[in-house]
């Protein structure tokens, strides 16, 4: 350490006292109180936006909030169906070609009006110009070859490939504006100085993790909200939310436990709720021989017992997803059978969880070779998903049922993943959502294979080739019944296969206080000033 | 030149700490996990995005050259940007800090004032049954874990009776240019609860201290003397013990003031109180490097930047004490 | 120095408070002892466990066919076993680390004291550091470094803890080196380590030894803190401190036996363990004697 820096170390040290000692914050005293205004809507929510891009990360931390002020140029609605945005209609020219026609008399917060150019720099934005580590949104336009514009409202896409999927994708974008030159950087955007969109909301503060302040877009192209103004605080804890909603001092309050629902109720907010886009489930590894904390009854390691896929359906048959979704989920939930909640787009009405059946599992095991059972560490992320740590203690409970000895280890999400990426597990809890079935079952069960895509979430390299040309097949064929009913199929497939246990699809849940009228849940979970309506008149 | 030396020693002691603190911190939240997955969706990104993002945070680098870049950066007065709120990280503390300066500060104001006030009565009537109360109550707060503490302060004034709020920091007014929760009642409110629990083990503290300092003054000559003049006890108490026992007194408040910064850590994570210390202990769990550095070093400062001002507090008042450089 | 601890342990306990505080902390060390046998439940065996009788109140009777004399936990565990087995982790845990760092610090600190030169400018080097923080600081660095496990715990406890009494035993050996009985072994010319083993290690002991039990009752509430913190032990092995922390999140919901139970017999630990260490603190020391 040269003596230079000794001093310099020196003068930081003294420059953290003097900012300690509140030395540096001497400006002008203001003292003034927060104006209660009774028309804005107040909103806790459990989204802490971490930035103003609305291209950096694909998280709803993020994208809950910035739909405000951003919009897409297609909706998805309550049963996940495609419906116009910014775009009012959309149409394959060919296998590689696709036409969007974009709404007439829309404009930015700043005035300029949307067109085909927005679109095209938008895409440009995020597949050529955002660098590492924003790069969640690059899959959905990374099969993008070329952009054309025949005229300003109608935009044509050409793909490298067939993307049967593109609209569904185009329902993630943010439509941004393209600026007089260049195109803009995170750091532009976190001042807060050019977050402008089209939609409902304009943009008015921000501070990082603690609050949003919104006003409303009174020349938004469609029906115009009913709130001037909007709040959103960011309140992690979900007990502080619970608290800050039943005494009023917000009027919608998100991600509500739900063990606290029924106090809630009591003191007098309502509650709406629906079933999420999403499935939590356990994933098995089938690929290695040998796997860590997987021992015979005696401590000694044994070979893979999940590529036996009668082990895998005893452990599934042995799950009490009662408990988990009764007990731990307090009711709200769903006993889940594959990916998506029964009933929405692409599921199987054939597949539904039933009551555990300990007996016909344990003969299973013994028909597998294990009619004593072996030990196993199951492990999953703590505090990520509702239920997530105590789900890895039930399940343990309903296993030792069939001799199967289940130590669960929790760690925080972050840890968990690295661990997991690291091969420190055999099996694990874990967690997705996904716009559609297919996008779920191309992810988490089809085969890995990065050339294609396929199978970034298949941890556990599950491999099934009959899938695989199911799911292929299902994939080409155009939104509608027919492709619907041909996910539902290789959905029973893959699951009579049990490469993973699905156990349930947890309820989003959102209380809101006595000045809202209603709140229309969406399964993908978002908070929204949208789907808050006001009480009376 | 001692007290250029003492205050040299002092810098050079600072400087070790801090070194050695980041370097354990760099290494530990090094090894814990990979901070790129709470960055990225992991349900929608590939293993390439992954690894894209591992290499633009330089973590893809070996631990000792990332440590080598972050004291670079330090050095220039940069800890980095945090990688979750893409916010230079010590803006981040530097914005949480009104919180838990007002919380700590609030704690104190109660603590201090009753701590002594108890303690003065209490030795006084040294022996009695009201002696030995408090002594007892003061022994059994200080066995009271923080934070079932701030749980039951929860419980009894939040959900049984309904009287305060159970977290959050409530409305708050621009003062300074920072935001503080003490000018709004509203924010006074809230204030309640948290700072009771970071004063009740402090009345304590400073109830016992005051208290033995009282038996110790109150058999000294100069009090018999007094008595012996026949000034009336609550004189004797007021003008004489009292300012005898203060340094004391002062020490420990501002040595607990410290202390109170890094019990903050549990009691603002309890009732959600947006401070540094929640901030700590958050970034932690989301391996934010960056904001977990900066936190650490704060505190590290703060801490010994305040045992340095009471020791300078302690030579102004006390001519018997002198700095010395071996501590 | 025998002899006084004996008097001290034999000394009529002053007060109802003295009693019952040794009362107490014996009943708790026989419980904790004797868990596995007197507990209604292993709460560490999921065959033991049902879940659907998560979150009974107390005084519900599961299917087990014994008595939840304190209510289920949202996983259906029996809060008074999970007490009974929390309080073997707590205190295994604490007097364990205690223990070990007393050690660690004794030899330290006297070792310190010995040498003098480059030796003591390092460890006391060390010392000054550790303690210009504060210990739950120095645990939670500690802890984040090492990981969790109940094994990691008692090593983040022995480093947060070994430099108090580092501290305390050099400034004693510093007076004792100084005793004229110590220049006589020095003439001698005894081994240094027979010195420092058999003449200046017991003779430092005696105030490192008052610093035990309060340092235990330390012990106890940082390892608590640390798990509420979700730092410390695994999940399926709850100490009194993750028990507390598991009940947090019930305590809105009116569930409240699930945090106030385990809260309730760690406070009483932390507090018989403190009067009974205060009690021991002032007997061994003359000087506090007066006060």
């Not at chain 3, 205690?98 to 004291?113: E, F, P, Q």
């Not at chain 3, 550790?130 to 109940?150: E, F, K, M, Y």
């Given at each position: 350490m040269k003596l230079g820096n000794l001093i310099r170390a020196g003068v930081l040290c003294t420059l953290l006292m003097s900012i300690f000692l509140g030395i540096v914050s001497s400006t002008p005293a203001q003292a003034q109180g927060q104006a209660e205004d009774q028309a804005e809507l107040r909103i806790a929510t459990s989204y802490k936006l971490m930035t103003l891009d609305p291209h950096f990360a694909n998280l709803n931390e993020n994208t809950s909030l910035l739909s405000h002020i951003y919009e897409r140029l297609v909706y998805q609605d309550e049963k996940l169906e495609l419906k116009p945005g910014l775009a009012t209609s959309w149409r394959p020219l060919s296998d590689t070609r696709w036409e969007f026609k974009l709404r007439e008399n829309v404009r930015f917060h700043d005035g300029s009006e949307f067109t085909a150019d927005d679109v095209g720099y938008t895409i440009e934005r995020i597949r050529d110009v955002l660098k590492p580590p924003s790069g969640g949104f690059r899959s959905y336009v990374s099969g993008i070859k070329a952009i054309s514009a025949p005229d300003p409202l109608t935009v044509v896409i050409q793909t490298n490939a067939p993307v049967p999927n593109l609209p569904l994708f185009f329902s993630s974008i943010f439509v941004m504006n393209r600026p007089s030159e260049g195109y803009q950087t995170t750091e532009d955007l976190n001042t807060g100085r050019s977050s402008i969109g089209t939609g409902p909301y304009r943009f008015e503060s921000w501070s990082s993790g603690e609050r949003l302040r919104l006003a409303r877009n009174d020349s938004y192209w469609g029906d115009k909200s009913a709130w001037p103004t909007v709040s959103f605080r960011v309140v992690e804890n979900p007990a502080a939310r619970v608290a800050a909603l039943s005494t009023g001092e917000v009027d919608v309050a998100d991600a509500i436990p739900a063990r606290d629902v029924a106090s809630l109720k009591e003191r007098g907010p309502r509650i709406a709720n629906i079933g999420a886009a999403r499935v939590n489930f356990v994933q098995f590894d089938v690929s290695r021989d040998t796997l860590p904390g997987v021992t015979d009854k005696s401590g000694k390691p044994i070979a893979n017992p999940f590529k036996n896929p009668l082990v895998r359906r005893a452990l599934a048959m042995a799950t009490d997803r009662g408990v988990l979704v009764d007990k731990i989920l307090a009711g709200y939930g769903t006993a889940a059978a594959q990916v998506f909640p029964n009933g929405l787009p692409g599921t199987s009405g054939n597949l539904t969880a039933g009551p555990p059946n300990y007996d016909e599992a344990r003969s299973l095991l013994a028909r597998a070779g294990f009619p004593d059972g072996f030990n196993l560490v199951l492990a999953g992320p703590a505090g990520r998903y509702p239920g997530d740590a105590e789900s890895l203690q039930a399940i343990a409970q309903s296993w030792a049922r069939i001799g199967v000895n289940a130590q669960p280890s929790a760690a925080p999400f972050s840890v968990f993943n690295s661990k997991r990426a690291a091969g420190e597990y055999a099996v694990w809890y874990g967690g997705t959502s996904g716009e559609a079935v297919d996008v779920i079952l191309h992810a988490l069960v089809a085969s890995p294979d990065p050339e294609r895509g396929t199978g970034a979430l298949n941890f556990g390299k599950y491999q099934n080739a009959a899938f695989d040309a199911m799911l292929a097949k299902a994939e080409g064929i155009k939104e509608g019944p027919e492709r619907n009913?041909?996910?539902?199929?290789?959905?029973?497939?893959?699951?009579?296969?049990?490469?993973?246990?699905?156990?349930?699809?947890?309820?989003?849940?959102?209380?809101?206080?006595?000045?809202?009228?209603?709140?229309?849940?969406?399964?993908?979970g978002w908070t929204t000033a949208m789907q808050t309506l006001p009480a009376g008149e | 030149m001692g007290m250029i030396s003492v205050v040299t020693g002092r810098f050079l002691q600072a400087f070790l700490l801090l070194i050695a603190m980041s370097l354990i911190g760099f290494i530990g939240i090094h090894s814990v996990g990979n901070p790129v997955f709470n960055i990225v969706n992991i349900e929608t990104a590939t293993p390439e995005d992954i690894r894209r993002a591992t290499v633009a945070l330089g973590l893809d680098q070996p631990i000792w050259r990332q440590y080598l870049v972050f004291l670079d950066n330090v050095v220039s007065g940069n800890f980095g940007t945090s990688y979750i709120y893409h916010l230079p990280a010590f803006e981040l503390v530097i914005a949480k800090l009104p919180a838990t300066l007002e919380l700590a500060s609030v704690a104190m104001l109660i603590a201090a004032p009753f701590g002594t006030g108890l303690g003065l009565i209490a030795g006084r009537r040294r022996g009695t049954l009201l002696d030995r109360t408090v002594l007892r109550a003061s022994v059994s707060a200080l066995s009271i874990p923080s934070f079932w503490l701030a749980m039951m302060l929860i419980l009894v004034g939040a959900i049984l009776t309904g009287w305060f709020p159970s977290g959050g920091r409530g409305s708050t007014a621009s003062f300074l240019g920072q935001d503080w929760s003490f000018l709004t009642a509203n924010g006074l409110w809230h204030l309640v609860l948290p700072a009771s629990a970071l004063a009740i083990p402090n009345i304590a503290l400073i109830a016992r201290l005051s208290r033995s300092g009282t038996i110790e003054v109150e058999n000294l000559d100069h009090t018999r003397f007094c008595r012996a003049k026949g000034l009336s006890p609550r004189r004797i108490l007021l003008r004489h013990t009292l300012p005898n026992i203060s340094v004391p007194i002062v020490t420990i408040i501002g040595l607990q003031f410290g202390g109170m910064l890094a019990f903050a850590v549990v009691v603002e994570s309890i009732f959600s109180w947006p401070g540094v210390g929640k901030l700590l202990i958050d970034s932690i769990q989301l391996l934010d490097r960056p904001v977990v550095m900066a936190t650490l070093t704060f505190i590290a400062v703060a801490f010994v930047a305040l045992n340095a001002l009471v020791d300078l507090f302690h030579a102004v008042l006390d001519p018997r004490v002198r700095l010395s450089s071996q501590r | 120095m025998k002899a006084r601890i004996l008097s001290v342990l034999k000394k009529r306990p002053h007060g109802p408070v003295m009693t019952l505080s040794k009362l107490l902390l014996t009943t708790y060390i026989l419980l904790a002892v004797a868990a596995p046998v007197i507990a209604p439940q292993n709460p560490y065996d999921p065959l033991q466990i049902y879940g659907w009788e998560a979150s009974s109140p107390p005084g519900t009777t599961g299917s087990g066919g014994y008595l939840y004399l304190l209510g289920t936990d949202g996983l259906g565990r029996d809060i008074a076993s999970t007490i009974l087995y929390?309080?073997?982790?707590?205190?295994?845990?604490?007097?364990?680390?205690?223990?070990?760092?007393?050690?660690?610090?004794?030899?330290?600190?006297?070792?310190?004291?010995?040498?003098?030169?480059?030796?003591?400018?390092?460890?006391?080097?060390?010392?000054?550091?550790?303690?210009?923080?504060?210990?739950?600081?120095?645990?939670?660095?500690?802890?984040?470094?090492?990981?969790?496990?109940?094994?990691?715990?008692?090593?983040?406890?022995?480093?947060?803890?070994w430099a108090t009494y580092a501290r305390i035993a050099r400034s004693v050996a510093l007076s004792e080196a100084n005793k004229p009985y110590m220049d006589a072994a020095r003439l001698m010319r005894l081994p240094t380590s027979r010195i420092i083993f058999r003449h200046l290690l017991p003779n430092s002991i005696a105030p490192a030894l008052t610093l035990i039990p309060i340092e235990v009752g330390h012990a106890v509430a940082l390892e608590a803190t640390l798990s509420f913190l979700g730092l410390g032990v695994p999940i399926d092995k709850p100490s009194l401190g993750s028990a507390v922390a598991n009940g947090f999140q019930y305590l809105l919901t009116g569930q409240y036996w699930i945090s106030l139970f385990p809260g309730l017999a760690l406070f009483g630990l932390i507090a018989s363990i403190n009067f009974v260490g205060e009690d021991v603190r002032r007997s061994l020391d003359p000087r506090s004697k007066s006060l």
């Open positions: 009913q041909a996910l539902a199929e290789a959905t029973e497939l893959a699951m009579a296969d049990q490469p993973i246990i699905p156990l349930y699809h947890f309820h989003h849940i959102v209380g809101f206080g006595p000045r809202i009228g209603s709140y229309v849940m969406h399964p993908r | - | 929390g309080l073997r982790i707590s205190l295994v845990v604490s007097i364990i680390s205690s223990a070990a760092a007393a050690l660690i610090g004794l030899t330290a600190g006297v070792s310190a004291a010995w040498f003098g030169k480059w030796v003591d400018v390092a460890i006391m080097r060390l010392v000054d550091l550790q303690l210009s923080l504060p210990t739950i600081l120095i645990a939670l660095i500690a802890i984040v470094t090492l990981g969790p496990g109940v094994d990691r715990i008692i090593l983040a406890l022995i480093i947060a803890q």
